[in-house]
């Protein structure tokens, strides 16, 4: 019997404080989205914004914070997890103090830019550190599940604080609340964080692959984005599409040439790496896309106010916050595959659920669709990141987890662009920004929601279903070649083929 199963070694002094701490700086960086959701209407009206105006003020922080993940891990990787987190966190209060005093759409675009800067440091950075403090699976999959809870707190408080904060101080306070809060946070990491030496670099820090994936995300991002104003079949964007394939498929070839890559692009090959990063970019792509368009569902249909619009949408945090530790505990004990699908599954009912959504539909007959994707969510995002990090070895977990949060974002970029595209399609231009639709507007914009709920419902089960295939690969073949390749980078023999209970374990893992 495997003692450490039955008896899981207990966590070291101080690991569930730097739990809270790094969980702290994950509700910063998800918060800010849902009150910047919440203040769009308010935003539009005060600068004269359009709707491609608002879409680039929550895609400009993701588009950054997406594409600078994977450099941003891998530095921390190398450089410090604390001292990198700490950068991130201070990075990010910067930016919401420079948005909440801009004057122009084009000095808050620029404040919403260096924010990005922060969670691409903080994400990475607290996954990293959860991996260093946790060596037991069980009780690492319960940090997860607290870690990841942070998210469904900020989505739970963040529509309905972001309400009250709109209606007291007006929009800029959804940016200069951030400030105080950051700078609290700081003083807290510096105290309680404890300092894990870097990993040991085997050869300088690979500057090209660096520029190769930062470019091909944020040209993909940028595509998309685009795509709104433009068109998805105008030269521009065909052209940016393009370019971003390029320099990602470059990525891979040069990263492969590497003894000590970025980037080992060999995970790819272990098919459960792969579904779980293939279930982060839907998950988040179905989540966010519905959090920002039924925030003005609420406002620009029904008339509510953002206070009234954020407790709309609180059954969706609430539910998330919920279902992300009772997960943690179910990896713990049945391994991540059967929440995973359960998530994906529970958030594909609640997306079908919302089609019978009218513009008059009151809060009472939905909430529970609401807690459906938000709960789904929840379930699905402590194994599929469990997943990810325990893929490869605690000195480089910060590689593994920038991948998998880099695939989230741009998830997130996809679903903004693409729900906004049919929410908007038949939507007459050159109204009044932030202002009521009329009756016909209002049937128009739910019917385009329709339409994007259909997608999103579609994917999360097809996932569900591709999910379920790779895990079955999985335990055929055992996950073996990351297993060579790490072997290979430390310069030891090929690893002979684990047992079945090693495998088994593996798996939890």
């Not at 049919?422 to 507007?441: C, H, I, K, M, N």
Request: charged content about 10%; some cysteine.
């Amino acid at each position: 019997m495997h003692m450490g199963a039955s008896h899981p070694a207990a966590a070291p002094r101080g690991a569930w404080a730097a739990v809270v701490i790094v969980a702290g700086g994950l509700f910063l960086a998800v918060m800010s989205t849902t009150l910047v959701s919440v203040a769009l209407p308010s935003i539009g009206a005060d600068l004269r914004a359009g709707p491609a105006d608002l879409e680039w003020i929550v895609d400009a922080y993701v588009l950054v914070y997406s594409s600078l993940l994977v450099a941003g891990g891998v530095i921390g990787d190398r450089r410090g997890r604390k001292e990198i987190f700490l950068l991130g966190v201070s990075t990010f209060g910067l930016g919401s103090l420079v948005t909440g005093l801009a004057p122009s759409v084009g000095i808050l675009l620029v404040g919403r830019v260096v924010q990005g800067l922060g969670p691409a440091l903080i994400i990475p950075g607290s996954l990293t550190i959860i991996r260093a403090i946790f060596e037991n699976p069980r009780q690492r999959a319960q940090a997860i599940g607290l870690w990841s809870m942070a998210s469904g707190l900020a989505l739970a408080v963040g529509p309905a604080l972001g309400g009250l904060l709109v209606q007291g101080f007006g929009w800029r306070g959804v940016f200069l609340f951030n400030v105080p809060l950051t700078v609290a946070l700081v003083l807290l990491a510096a105290q309680l964080l404890p300092r894990l030496a870097p990993a040991p670099a085997r050869g300088p820090f690979d500057w090209p692959g660096a520029f190769l994936t930062t470019a091909g995300l944020a040209l993909l991002a940028f595509a998309v984005i685009q795509s709104q104003v433009s068109g998805w079949d105008a030269t521009p964007v065909l052209g940016l599409f393009a370019a971003g394939i390029v320099a990602l498929s470059g990525f891979v070839a040069w990263e492969r040439r590497l003894g000590d890559p970025l980037v080992d692009v060999c995970l790819f090959l272990r098919p459960a790496f792969t579904a779980a990063n293939a279930a982060g970019f839907v998950v988040f792509f179905a989540f966010v896309g519905a959090i920002v368009y039924f925030s003005e569902y609420f406002q620009l249909v029904q008339g509510h106010s953002p206070v009234a619009t954020g407790l709309d949408l609180s059954a969706i945090g609430v539910a998330f916050a919920i279902g992300a530790p009772i997960s943690g505990r179910l990896v713990g004990r049945v391994g991540p595959l059967k929440p995973m699908l359960a998530g994906l599954v529970l958030g594909g009912i609640g997306s079908f659920g919302l089609l019978r959504l009218e513009p008059q539909t009151g809060i009472g007959a939905i909430w529970w669709n609401f807690a459906l994707v938000g709960g789904g969510a929840g379930i699905c995002l402590t194994p599929m990141t469990q997943v990810a990090v325990s893929a490869v070895g605690a000195s480089r977990a910060g590689m593994a987890s920038a991948i998998h949060n880099a695939l989230r974002q741009v998830g997130q970029i996809f679903g903004v662009a693409v729900f906004g595209a049919f929410v908007f399609a038949r939507l007459p231009q050159g109204g009044e920004p932030g202002s009521l639709l009329d009756s016909t507007q209002a049937y128009l914009f739910v019917a385009g929601l329709h339409h994007a709920l259909w997608v999103s419902g579609v994917t999360l089960v097809a996932t569900a279903m591709l999910v379920a295939l790779l895990f079955s690969r999985e335990a055929t073949h055992g996950g073996g070649q990351s297993r060579v390749t790490e072997r290979r980078r430390s310069g030891g023999p090929p690893p002979t083929r684990p047992s079945r209970a090693a495998s088994t374990e593996e798996r939890a893992q």
